[in-house]
């Protein structure tokens, strides 16, 4: 089975979401398979809570409407696990009681029920990263680049619909950052998936190439 | 299903079983056969106070005797004070719990025997008399192994043990010309030595007892103390007491605004070289104390040449006690000549007979009298007169009296 | 939300339902209601008997007293070198010295503390008789002094390791650094700064443990007995003799002054609640008055001072007691024992290992059951929902045992229960529970739960998520919850005494109960025993993630 088979997209229906009676924001958006939709906008703005709500583990005290959907399935109000949804943070967010294989194994898909097959596609997901014989590290021993390789691997092994980037490269270094990016967005468009990026660098959204989005009242400060 | 079945069958039956023990004849420690057979696999929850390591042990060693030999299991509850049980045995009469109760025997006299014997928290009718080792009580020469604290005992107590005032000093600090030989001397003493002598504070057993020795030796007529209180006199009776205490308060140690809390605790402030003379209910604790480790070996007994207090401790069962074949059986053998023996060496316990030896057989006869009890312990015959323990509403009312009118030390 | 009503509501009628039945059990005799030994009729007789009590009033203002004194003492410690310290190396430095004392068991801490003290103890023999001239100890009132001076600096040094812990455990969620750069740009001394901006939030955070304690030190009946005053006894202590009592009308007067006891809690409840009024309008007026007080070392030094040497009291006085259990012959003034014998150890042991046993086995199964309950309810995030359960939670702590446990000691034999092990597992778990989730909840509330919203991306359920990635990655903090829980659990007496009808003997009883023959040894030797069975545990809790994770470099800081 191919990760993330082709949709029409993923559709953001008149989304807006409010604290305390007031309105962060409101937005409309579709994004095709394999393209990127860059959130940005200055802190406070609401860029996380738009994650959350898409994510679908948005705190109670935010007030949220409009719909989710993907590949004509609705999304709204569908539990987080139900989702298929695959996150990335600026952290990459290894579980340190499991090894890099166990990560790994974690993320894979239950559809796949024979060990010796899951194993096996573990390893291979490490390969396609150049981690070949990471499988029983312990993950607190990898260098940057590689815990954001092993963390993006263990998304992309869950069979999600779409991404959602939380500011991934901000903890990196410039060249891994440079490397990361590409990586992330390549294995995207060749999955088929649509990503939404929050960030806000605006060399990620130019390296992501698709629209931007600007919240919040100001656009600089 | 049929497993279904037969479990559900047992486990309807199973009260019924139960019920059918309940209701079982009632124990009667005549038809001893029956006892003994009665008591086999029986546990015998035997509450006793637990403060020192060598009772513990003695009655350790019992309970494996008994095991051994009756297949009677004995379990010490080990109490910090024995009213304790009596609160236990009262606390399930109060719920209703007439049987299969919680305690089997008490290490038991004085004061909690008359309020268990009062409420009824006793079995009875009398059944320590009809233990077989009875026939070998020292009844004659020890009154009190059938009248405890002046209380008839009824046979609803089997006794276990004597007890006798004694006192120890070391004579590495104190000249035996000096030591006291009653009440009165004790004063002058603590006058030429201020801050040197105490006593427990009541109602620590220990204590209460140094204020009945003191009671007894001043009180005007002494045998009203054998009979229950009367009012209209007690003020003047207990008067000579107080007024004793008075003076001798503040020749105290810490002045008598703080007292020793029980015996252990004045052994070792006798070695600490806090006291000059402390008190026992046991002759032998100045030999085992030198043995333990804990008295230097320089420590010596002795008795007021007119008398000290002598009682006798006993064992009671509860009337709601869920082995009292079991309890009878350990009763018994606490009595028997091996078992009395062994609680009078003093390496073990060092506790007096309450068996009379010359009723004994020859070869028990011998042994008794081949006990090394120590260089600190006083023979049998160096013990002196002993005195009556005066009726238990004595105790109680200057138990009370102590507290009102010493119980804020300023 | 039906789940959660699950949990919560069952944990609700645990805890309270005990404590309220209790207090009945214990109310009903105290008007005159026990049919057992003739108390049919509704009567105020034994108040009467109660106030009739020579020195009641002394023993009561005692108790009282000596509760406020010590909580204030041991908060005002806590506070000041919180305020002081907070973020130091110094800070890391006393609390690894002081968090190893919440394992101590009362009756150890206040014996070791007595053989310290003394005329006759350590402290006199290192002086003596060079200094002071003394061959034999001095005729001094100590500990048992008329004011219960003794007692309080035994209370101080017991729960101001317990109100520092628990300080500690509220201090990530108040923005303590940024505060300080704040009120020292500000240039406000460390001190000052900290009391303005940061104690009101913290205060907050810790002030139901602050009144758990302020209940126990006025209610605590093993380290008055040992350290307190004889003339009167506080009340605790003069309640338990009666209780105990072989006069069994006795019960009647007891259960009065139970009540007496519970008022007395609450008189020194509602004095508190007064005296925080009083300290927040004195802090209002010290952030209104705009002094700075740059420079508060002396105090910060006297804060320290004051928590390493209560520290250094109890180790100390567990060093005595070492040395008490393997003396021979140790007269006054000798320093050291004029010569060493295992014998109290070898007499002891053969009887020790089944009070050991059933120690660790009671433990082991309430601390679980504890476990296993905090877990439940923190997942369901009970605690952030209501503060109605929190208070529950922390009932059986603010209720003095006294008042209750005795009811329920009546309650029980009434209900048919017969003392089983399962029965007394239950009582322990009710005492045991908030500790656990006290010791839990800190860790828990500071995961990261990006970890959890990883994993449900990744399309795992919420059941999946607690049992694959929250407790795992909360091993350490699970195992140091259950450690203390174990502690708490080996160190209950009363309860254990009352409800397991003297059948069930665990090392702490079995001290007690051997504590009352007065043998320094034997003391030394329970009391040590006493306080090595809960350090099993935590030395489990320290030991099994090194095991665990062996290869995990993440999960073993």
């Given at each position: 089975m191919k990760p993330g088979s082709k949709t029409d997209g993923l559709h953001l229906d008149a989304i807006s979401i409010g604290l305390h009676g007031r309105t962060l924001l409101c937005l409309s958006a579709v994004v095709r398979p394999g393209d990127v939709l860059t959130v940005m906008g200055p802190s406070g703005s609401g860029k996380s809570a738009l994650l959350a709500y898409l994510g679908g583990f948005l705190d109670p005290v935010f007030t949220a409407n409009?719909?989710?959907?993907?590949?004509?399935?609705?999304?709204?109000?569908?539990?987080?696990?139900?989702?298929?949804?695959?996150?990335?943070?600026?952290?990459?967010?290894?579980?340190?009681?499991?090894?890099?294989?166990?990560?790994?194994?974690?993320?894979?898909?239950?559809?796949?029920?024979?060990?010796?097959?899951?194993?096996?596609?573990?390893?291979?997901?490490?390969?396609?990263?150049?981690?070949?014989?990471?499988?029983?590290?312990?993950?607190?021993?990898?260098?940057?680049?590689?815990?954001?390789?092993?963390?993006l691997q263990r998304v992309m092994l869950s069979a999600p619909r779409f991404l959602l980037l939380d500011e991934p490269f901000s903890k990196l270094d410039s060249d891994l950052r440079q490397q990361t990016r590409t990586l992330i967005f390549s294995t995207a468009k060749a999955a088929g998936l649509p990503v939404i990026l929050v960030t806000h660098d605006i060399a990620d959204a130019e390296a992501a190439g698709g629209r931007v989005v600007v919240i919040g009242e100001e656009t600089g400060r | 299903m049929v497993t279904r079945r037969i479990f559900i069958t047992m486990a309807l039956l199973f009260p019924l079983v139960l019920s059918n023990i309940g209701v079982a004849r009632a124990t009667d420690a005549a038809n001893w056969d029956q006892v003994l057979a009665d008591a086999r696999d029986e546990t015998v929850y035997f509450n006793a106070w637990g403060g020192s390591e060598n009772i513990n042990a003695y009655i350790r060693w019992a309970g494996d005797e008994v095991k051994s030999r009756y297949g009677v299991t004995v379990v010490q509850v080990k109490l910090d004070d024995t009213a304790k049980a009596v609160t236990t045995v009262l606390a399930e009469k109060s719920a209703g719990r007439d049987s299969h109760g919680s305690v089997d025997l008490i290490w038991i006299n004085g004061e909690n025997f008359a309020a268990m014997k009062r409420q009824g928290l006793l079995f009875s009718p009398d059944w320590a008399t009809k233990l077989p080792n009875w026939s070998l009580?020292?009844?004659?020469?020890?009154?009190?192994?059938?009248?405890?604290?002046?209380?008839?005992?009824?046979?609803?107590?089997?006794?276990?043990?004597?007890?006798?005032?004694?006192?120890?000093?070391?004579e590495a600090r104190t000249a035996e010309k000096d030591l006291p030989d009653s009440a009165k001397d004790l004063l002058s003493f603590a006058r030429a030595h201020p801050g040197?002598?105490?006593?427990?504070?009541?109602?620590?057993?220990?204590?209460?007892?140094?204020?009945?020795?003191?009671?007894?030796?001043?009180?005007?007529?002494?045998?009203?103390?054998?009979?229950?209180?009367?009012?209209?006199?007690?003020?003047?009776?207990?008067?000579?007491?107080?007024?004793?205490?008075?003076?001798?308060?503040?020749?105290?140690?810490?002045?008598?605004?703080?007292?020793?809390?029980?015996?252990?605790?004045?052994?070792?402030?006798?070695?600490?070289?806090?006291?000059?003379?402390?008190f026992a209910f046991n002759p032998a604790e100045a030999s085992a104390g030198i043995a333990a480790g804990e008295l230097p070996d320089t420590v010596r007994s002795f008795v007021f040449s007119k008398g000290t207090l002598g009682n006798t401790h006993f064992v009671g069962i509860p009337y709601n006690a869920n082995a009292k074949a079991g309890a009878l059986v350990l009763a018994n053998f606490l009595l028997s000549p091996e078992a009395q023996m062994r609680k009078q060496d003093p390496k073990i316990w060092g506790d007096p007979t309450v068996l009379a030896v010359k009723k004994l057989p020859e070869k028990d006869r011998t042994a008794f009298a081949a006990l090394d009890l120590g260089a600190a312990t006083l023979l049998p015959e160096q013990l002196g007169p002993a005195l009556a323990e005066p009726h238990p509403d004595w105790m109680t009312r200057i138990e009370a009296e102590w507290i009102k009118r010493y119980g804020a030390a300023n | 939300m039906t789940r959660r009503f699950v949990v919560s509501g069952f944990v609700l009628a645990l805890v309270s339902l005990p404590v309220l039945a209790g207090l009945a059990g214990t109310i009903g005799p105290a008007f005159g209601y026990l049919p057992a030994i003739g108390g049919n009729s509704f009567t105020f007789e034994h108040f009467a008997t109660l106030a009739a009590q020579p020195h009641l009033m002394r023993s009561s203002m005692v108790s009282l007293t000596a509760g406020i004194v010590a909580t204030s003492v041991s908060l005002i410690m806590v506070m000041l070198f919180t305020a002081g310290y907070a973020g130091t190396r110094m800070f890391s430095r006393i609390q690894h010295m002081v968090s190893p004392l919440l394992a101590v068991p009362h009756a150890a801490a206040a014996f070791g503390l007595a053989f310290l003290v003394a005329p006759s103890g350590l402290a006199m023999r290192l002086v003596s008789p060079g200094l002071t001239g003394y061959t034999s100890p001095p005729d001094w009132l100590v500990p048992q002094d008329p004011l219960g001076l003794t007692m309080i600096i035994g209370l101080v040094a017991k729960e101001m390791p317990f109100l520092f812990l628990v300080t500690l455990a509220a201090l990530p969620q108040v923005p303590l650094a940024q505060t300080r750069h704040m009120t020292a740009n500000l240039g406000y001394g460390?001190?000052?700064?900290?009391?303005?901006?940061?104690?009101?939030?913290?205060?907050?955070?810790?002030?139901?443990?602050?009144?758990?304690?302020?209940?126990?030190?006025?209610?605590?009946?093993?380290?008055?007995?040992?350290?307190?005053?004889?003339?009167?006894?506080?009340?605790?202590?003069?309640?338990?003799?009666?209780?105990?009592?072989?006069?069994?009308r006795m019960r009647f007067l007891a259960s009065a002054g139970a009540l007496l006891q519970l008022v007395l809690t609450m008189a020194a409840m509602a004095f508190w609640l007064i005296a925080e009024r009083a300290g927040a309008f004195v802090l209002k007026r010290m952030s209104g008055s705009g002094i700075r007080q740059p420079d508060d070392r002396t105090i910060r030094r006297i804060a320290c001072a004051a928590m390493a040497v209560s520290a250094a009291f109890v180790f100390l006085g567990l060093l005595v007691l070492f040395m008490w259990s393997v003396a021979g012959l140790w007269p006054f003034p000798s320093l050291l024992p004029h010569?060493?014998?295992?014998?109290?150890?070898?007499?002891?042991?053969?009887?020790?290992?089944?009070?050991?046993?059933?120690?660790?086995?009671?433990?082991?199964?309430?601390a679980t059951a504890a476990l296993l309950l905090a877990i439940g309810l923190l997942w369901q995030d009970d605690l952030r929902a209501g503060d109605a359960l929190r208070f529950v939670l922390y009932l059986p702590l603010i209720v003095p045992q006294l008042c209750f446990v005795f009811g329920l000691q009546i309650l029980g034999l009434a209900l048919g229960l017969e003392a089983s092990f399962l029965l007394l597992i239950f009582v322990h778990l009710i005492f045991v529970l908030p500790y656990v989730v006290l010791s839990l909840s800190q860790p828990w509330q500071a995961f990261d739960r990006r970890y959890e919203t990883v994993a449900a991306g990744l399309g795992k359920s919420p059941l999946q998520i607690l049992l694959r990635v929250r407790l795992p990655m909360l091993t350490r903090a699970c195992l140091t919850a259950f450690a203390v829980g174990?502690?708490?659990?080996?160190?209950?007496?009363?309860?254990?005494?009352?409800?397991?009808?003297?059948?069930?003997?665990?090392?702490?009883?079995?001290?007690?109960?051997?504590?009352?023959?007065?043998?320094?040894?034997?003391?030394?030797?329970?009391?040590?025993?006493?306080?090595?069975v809960p350090f099993i545990g935590f030395l489990i809790a320290s030991l099994v993630p090194h095991l665990l994770f062996r290869d995990r470099r993440a999960m073993r800081i």
């Open positions: 409009g719909r989710l959907s993907i590949d004509g399935s609705d999304l709204t109000g569908i539990p987080a696990e139900n989702r298929r949804c695959g996150l990335l943070f600026q952290d990459p967010l290894l579980f340190p009681h499991l090894s890099v294989g166990g990560n790994l194994l974690f993320g894979l898909t239950p559809s796949i029920a024979r060990h010796s097959q899951r194993r096996r596609m573990v390893e291979q997901a490490l390969v396609d990263v150049e981690l070949q014989g990471f499988f029983d590290r312990d993950p607190a021993t990898l260098s940057g680049g590689q815990k954001a390789r092993v963390a | 009580v020292d009844i004659d020469n020890q009154p009190t192994t059938t009248r405890d604290f002046t209380i008839p005992t009824e046979g609803l107590e089997s006794p276990w043990g004597a007890a006798k005032l004694v006192f120890f000093y070391d040197r002598f105490s006593y427990p504070q009541p109602p620590d057993f220990i204590g209460s007892s140094f204020l009945k020795q003191v009671l007894t030796e001043l009180i005007a007529d002494p045998e009203k103390l054998q009979k229950p209180i009367d009012d209209a006199t007690f003020e003047a009776d207990v008067a000579p007491l107080f007024a004793y205490l008075d003076q001798l308060h503040p020749l105290l140690w810490r002045k008598g605004k703080a007292f020793p809390q029980n015996y252990p605790d004045m052994k070792q402030r006798l070695a600490d070289g806090e006291l000059d003379i402390i | 460390r001190i000052r700064g900290f009391l303005i901006a940061s104690w009101p939030l913290l205060y907050r955070q810790i002030r139901l443990p602050v009144f758990a304690v302020l209940a126990y030190a006025s209610s605590v009946v093993d380290m008055a007995m040992i350290l307190g005053p004889a003339l009167p006894a506080p009340l605790p202590v003069r309640l338990t003799q009666w209780m105990a009592d072989s006069d069994l010569y060493i014998t295992l014998q109290p150890w070898m007499r002891a042991f053969p009887q020790a290992v089944a009070p050991v046993v059933t120690t660790i086995t009671l433990a082991g199964a309430s174990f502690a708490v659990s080996a160190g209950l007496y009363l309860p254990t005494l009352l409800i397991g009808a003297g059948r069930m003997v665990t090392i702490t009883t079995e001290a007690v109960a051997l504590s009352a023959g007065g043998d320094r040894r034997t003391i030394g030797v329970y009391t040590l025993l006493q306080t090595l």
